[in-house]
């Protein structure tokens, strides 16, 4: 069946009812006419009669926007300001119902939209809208809105009717009922034709609120319990009890405890006020105080046998003690000129007695302490060991201080500012300085033996002048023509050569073949006691050298001396420009800086092993010779011959070796080649002191020497000529 | 020389009154024992009439800089048997008539 002839059937049936309804309408107002008339007005009994006037009374109403049904005093407790409030009075809108707009009625556009957009359930959709795609979709082409719209509204009434008259009009809508099938099944095909249009483009539809809550429960893992305990921390118990006395005793206790280490203290810094060497300062280390303590102990026991000793010494030559400080020869008086040397004590030390006394020196310090080098000088018999010892007049029987040394000691000096510190040169050429207050047992600083070292003996070492840093430093000469100057550093001694004596001569062909520029072997070294710069080199050539120091590769003045080696020089102590040398071609010149010729010239028919000037004449001083005797000579009372002459060893067996004038006493002390030292007192004629003349009598001791001797200088001095026949004239004869 | 030192000592030992801080016993580190000591000096030094006073503010200073709970006892007469933490102990005496016991336990 053409679905067209349907509908006008529908449409027929419509249009007959709408006019029906209007029908009714126009009775309805016609019955409200004859309502009105009809009706007879009810008073209340109450009501007001007014008079005609009054009814005519027109009373004004006002019509305003006022509700009086909303109240204007609404408040609400305001928390924040703490008080109430007045709100805003609401607005006349009464809200009857109220449903969330989140709905969307599902024939509207967007609705519609929704659902082919989701794709949900197309089965459903087609059952809820076939009907309506009926009505919807069909009429379009033909028939315009209106009738959709009564259609619709029809066949929502149809089903209604339909149940109310299903018995009555049975075969009617039967027909209805057949049409109505048919149509669905007629208008599939189209549906279907349709569907691929929307599956063909699902489209998810975002929606944040659309969302489904999975959950998981995972295993348990498994508990277990673990107990430890800690170690209590270490508890101590400790009492004591409280009181005043036990207060004071532990103060008392304790003071005295710390006036013990105060004088420890002391102690120890006096001894490292001397430079100790790394040995030493290892064993400080090492020892515990307690050991310090014995050690004080010790020290302070040794001190009093020290004492012991020296007292039974007193005891032992008390008559030499005696004789050392009172006894002046009475002889002199009657003899003119002349004088004699009392012996007093000898000194040896058992160890020593082979050696030879290489050098004797007082301590600049204590004028009782002389040190004493033992050493060799006979060549043919060489000797293993040496030792430097340091003896006291106060005890004569034996040495103070003794430092053995595995090599013959060849000379020795004291510094000047500390006395302790003594350095000595041995015989094979190193050097080593020793710290007699600490330890005689080890030098504190040692030249190395293989590498700072001279090639040769060394002679002489002489303390120089501490360096700016304070560094204590000295010079050392030997027969390697070398002259070093050794500083004491921390641990070490550093070596700088100042010069070497290269004799004035043409360069000698060695064996091999190659030059060799001879050296002078230095002998001796005297330092000008003003000029700290300059020094006096005697060699064994006889020369004797002017240096100074801060040339080290030329000598400032030559002196053709002697035809020996020079043994010993020694400056003037009152005119520092006269130094007298000794040599072993028997002489003993006096010369003048400058001078190249001796303005005296003494021969003593010996070799002559040392001379010095006496410390408290301008024009006294001793030689000592090879046949055990001592000259004395004092220019002012005799310039040709010595005013003493005196054996003090046996001729045949002995040497006199050194000699030394004690620098306060009248004492010379002299030393031998069997390790032998003898202390002389000089008489009162060796010791003239120099008469104040009459006119001067204001003039002290010093400048009286120093006149005496330029006195004596200029009668020698002027002419250069006569120097010539002194030489030979005034040799004398011993 | 000798009479006359032997003259002045006696003399001098009348006199002296020791007043700096001696420490009797001690088992603190160094460090500790150094620093504990011149809390010590500054407490009494500050309450030198109330020994009360000086207790509390050793013990304060103490417990703040190495950790409660220390003991203090400061006094001139007493006696005590006390367990302590070792390394925690300090008997010292002061001003010449003060004894003081810090310990830790």
Redesign the interface.
């Known amino acids: 069946m053409p679905p067209t002839t349907s509908i006008k059937k529908v449409l027929n049936t419509k249009t007959l009812k709408k006019s029906r309804q209007s029908n009714t309408r126009v009775e309805d107002g016609d019955d409200l006419e004859e309502w009105k008339k009809s009706k007879q007005l009810l008073r209340p009994k109450d009501q007001l009669e007014l008079s005609e006037g009054e009814l005519k009374d027109i009373i004004a109403r006002q019509l305003g926007t006022n509700d009086p049904l909303i109240p204007h005093n609404l408040v609400q407790f305001n928390y924040a300001q703490g008080g109430f409030e007045l709100m805003p009075p609401a607005g006349p809108m009464i809200v009857v119902y109220e449903a969330q707009g989140t709905q969307v009625h599902k024939e509207s556009e967007e609705a519609k939209k929704q659902v082919v957009e989701q794709g949900l359930d197309p089965a459903i959709l087609e059952i809820s809208q076939s009907t309506e795609t009926l009505a919807v979709e069909e009429p379009i082409p033909v028939i315009p809105e209106e009738v959709i719209e009564e259609v619709a509204a029809e066949e929502s009434e149809k089903p209604e009717e339909e149940t109310e008259a299903e018995e009555g009009e049975g075969e009617g809508e039967g027909e209805g009922e057949g049409e109505g099938e048919g149509e669905g099944e007629s208008i599939r095909p189209e549906d279907d034709e349709d569907k691929p249009q929307t599956g063909g483009k699902p489209k998810k539809l975002t929606n944040q609120f659309n969302f489904c809550e999975r959950a998981a429960l995972t295993y348990n893992n498994p508990m277990r319990t673990q107990e430890t305990q800690t170690i209590p921390?270490?508890?101590?118990?400790?009492?004591?009890?409280?009181?005043?006395w036990i207060?004071?005793d532990?103060?008392?206790e304790?003071?005295e405890a710390q006036q013990l280490e105060k004088e420890l203290e002391r102690e120890r810094k006096e001894k490292e006020k001397a430079p100790v060497s790394r040995h030493q300062a290892m064993a400080k280390k090492l020892v515990g105080k307690a050991h310090q303590l014995s050690e004080a102990v010790q020290g302070r026991v040794l001190e009093c046998w020290k004492v012991l000793e020296r007292m039974v010494n007193q005891n032992t030559f008390d008559d030499i003690a005696k004789d050392y400080r009172y006894w002046e020869d009475p002889s002199d008086e009657f003899r003119d000129e002349e004088g004699t040397l009392l012996p007093l004590w000898k000194f040896h030390y058992d160890k020593t007695r082979k050696n030879t006394v290489t050098d004797i020196e007082w301590n600049p310090h204590y004028y009782d302490l002389f040190a004493v080098c033992f050493g060799f000088l006979d060549f043919m018999k060489p000797l293993e060991e040496g030792a430097v010892c340091l003896f006291t007049l106060k005890n004569p029987s034996f040495p103070d201080y003794i430092c053995m040394t595995d090599s013959a000691v060849m000379c020795v000096d004291t510094h000047p500012k500390y006395p302790y510190m003594v350095v000595i040169g041995l015989y094979d050429g190193s050097v080593s300085v020793y710290n007699v207050q600490a330890t005689c047992k080890q030098p504190a600083f040692r030249s190395n033996n293989v590498t700072n070292k001279h090639r040769g003996i060394v002679w002489e070492v002489k303390w120089a002048p501490d360096l700016p840093d304070g560094e204590m430093n000295f010079y050392s000469v030997s027969e390697d023509g070398k002259i070093n100057n050794w500083v004491l550093m921390q641990n070490d001694l550093a070596v700088t050569t100042i010069i070497t004596l290269f004799l004035a001569k043409d360069e000698v062909f060695g064996p091999d073949g190659t030059k060799l520029k001879v050296k002078g072997c230095a002998s001796c070294v005297k330092f000008h006691p003003k000029q700290p710069l300059i020094y006096l080199v005697g060699t064994e050539e006889g020369h004797i050298y002017k240096c100074s120091t801060a040339y080290s590769s030329m000598f400032l003045l030559t002196y053709e001396a002697h035809h020996m080696p020079v043994y010993r020089i020694d400056f003037n102590r009152y005119n520092s420009d006269i130094f007298i040398s000794c040599s072993g071609d028997w002489r003993i010149k006096i010369w003048e800086d400058n001078r190249l010729e001796p303005l005296f010239v003494f021969d003593v028919g010996a070799c002559v092993g040392d001379v010095k000037w006496a410390p408290y004449s301008s024009t006294v001083f001793a030689a000592v010779t090879s046949e055990g005797k001592v000259y004395v000579f004092d220019l002012n009372v005799n310039k040709y011959k010595p005013i003493c002459v005196q054996a003090i060893v046996s001729k045949r067996r002995n040497k006199l070796t050194r000699i030394s004038f004690n620098p306060k006493l009248p004492i010379i002390i002299v030393g031998d080649d069997k390790g032998c030292v003898q202390t002389l007192k000089l008489s009162p004629n060796l010791r003239i002191p120099c008469k104040a003349p009459k006119k001067q009598q204001h003039l002290d001791q010093w400048t009286l020497q120093c006149m005496k001797l330029d006195k004596l200088l200029s009668l020698v001095r002027e002419p250069g000529a006569l120097d010539l026949p002194e030489d030979t004239a005034e040799s004398i004869e011993s | 020389m000798g009479d006359g030192e032997g003259r002045e000592k006696p003399e001098e030992t009348k006199k002296?009154v020791?007043t700096y801080p001696?420490i009797?016993?001690s088992?603190m580190p160094e460090e500790m024992k150094q620093e504990s000591m011149e809390l010590v000096v500054t407490a009494c030094e500050k309450h030198s009439t109330n020994n009360e006073a000086a207790a509390r503010m050793i013990k304060e200073e103490m417990d703040k800089k190495f950790g409660p709970p220390f003991h203090v006892v400061v006094?001139?007469?007493?006696?005590?048997?006390?367990?302590?933490?070792?390394q925690n102990?300090l008997?010292m005496?002061f001003g010449?008539?003060?004894?003081i016991?810090i310990?830790k336990?």
């Open positions: 921390p270490p508890m101590g118990t400790f009492s004591a009890n409280v009181l005043q207060i004071y532990a103060y008392q304790d003071f | 002296i020791h001696l009797r016993h088992d006094g001139e007469g007493f006696g005590f048997e006390i367990s302590f933490e070792c102990l008997y005496f010449g008539n003060l004894a016991v310990w336990c």
